[in-house]
C-alpha cells in the first residue's frame, strides 16, 4: 500500500542554518503531498501542500517540490528560528479515491538560539 | 478563523469504560475523519465519514469502534470498552475541499 518514509530525528540545529528534511513516498497514481507541524502540545497544522507533479508548496519560509521522477517532497527552509522548533510530518492523500492522508512517522526539530 | 475543535483536552478512563470523543468540525466542511497517534509513533487514519456514513475504515477500527454526527455540528467516536492500547492523541479532522484536511487540537485519551 501507499507509504510515506522521512529522515528520523531528532535533527538539531542552530538558528540562521539552513534545513533540510527528507520525505520519500510510495504510491499508485498521482497523490496529493503535504507537510504538516505539529508544535509541542497542540494538534497538526497544515504547513504546505502540493497536489502535482512539479509544483513547490511554500509558507512561512519553508519550500518542498513534489518531484515524481525521485518520488520526493522534501522540505528546506533557507533560515531557521528557534520558533521553527516542532515535529514534522511529511504526508500524502489520494483524491478521489479514498482521501484518508497516509502520515510518514514525523522528525522532531531542535533549533538552538 | 474557523477552526476544529475537540473536547474534552485530556481523557483519562479505566480499561473496560466507555469513552465519547468529541469534536466539532468546521461548519460548511462535509468530510469528517478520525485519526489517532500512540506516543511516539505516527499518526494513524481510523475513520472517515461522509454523507451520514462511515466511507473508510482502517483495520484499527473494529467492533469497539463507532462514529456518529448525531446533531449536524458535532461528530463523535465512542469505544465502547476501551483496553490499554486504545491510549492515544485522538485527532478529529474535517474537508470542505479535498484533498486539504484541518485538524482539531486533539484528545489525550489514556486507559488505566
Known amino acids: 500500500g501507499d507509504s510515506v518514509t522521512q529522515m528520523e530525528g531528532p535533527v538539531t540545529l542552530s538558528e540562521e542554518a539552513f534545513l533540510t528534511i527528507n520525505c520519500t513516498y510510495t504510491a499508485t497514481g498521482y497523490p496529493s503531498l503535504f507537510w504538516y507541524v505539529q508544535y509541542p502540545g497542540e494538534g497538526l497544522q497544515l504547513l504546505l501542500k502540493?497536489?502535482?507533479?512539479?509544483d513547490k508548496g511554500s509558507n512561512k519560509g519553508f519550500e518542498a517540490t513534489y518531484r515524481k521522477e525521485t518520488t520526493s517532497f522534501h522540505l528546506e527552509k533557507g533560515s531557521v528560528q528557534v520558533s521553527d522548533s516542532a515535529v514534522y510530518f511529511c504526508?500524502?492523500?489520494?483524491?478521489?479515491?479514498?482521501?484518508?492522508?497516509?502520515f510518514g512517522k514525523g522528525t522532531r526539530l531542535h533549533i538552538l538560539p | 478563523e474557523p477552526e476544529v475543535t475537540q473536547t474534552p483536552s485530556h481523557q483519562v478512563t479505566q480499561m473496560g469504560q466507555e469513552v465519547i470523543l468529541r469534536c466539532v468540525p468546521i461548519?460548511?466542511?462535509?468530510?469528517f475523519y478520525w485519526y489517532r497517534q500512540i506516543l511516539g509513533q505516527k499518526v494513524e487514519f481510523l475513520v472517515s465519514f461522509y454523507n451520514n456514513e462511515i466511507s473508510e475504515k482502517s483495520e484499527i477500527f473494529d467492533d469497539q469502534f463507532s462514529v456518529e454526527r448525531p446533531d449536524g455540528s458535532n461528530f463523535t467516536l465512542k469505544i465502547r470498552s476501551t483496553k490499554l492500547e486504545d491510549s492515544a492523541m485522538y485527532f478529529c479532522a474535517s474537508s470542505e475541499v479535498l484533498p486539504e484536511q484541518f485538524f482539531g487540537p486533539g484528545t489525550r485519551l489514556t486507559v488505566l
Open positions: 502540493a497536489t502535482k507533479a512539479d
Open positions: 461548519s460548511n466542511h462535509l468530510y
Open positions: 504526508a500524502l492523500s489520494q483524491v478521489n479515491r479514498d482521501d484518508k492522508i497516509i
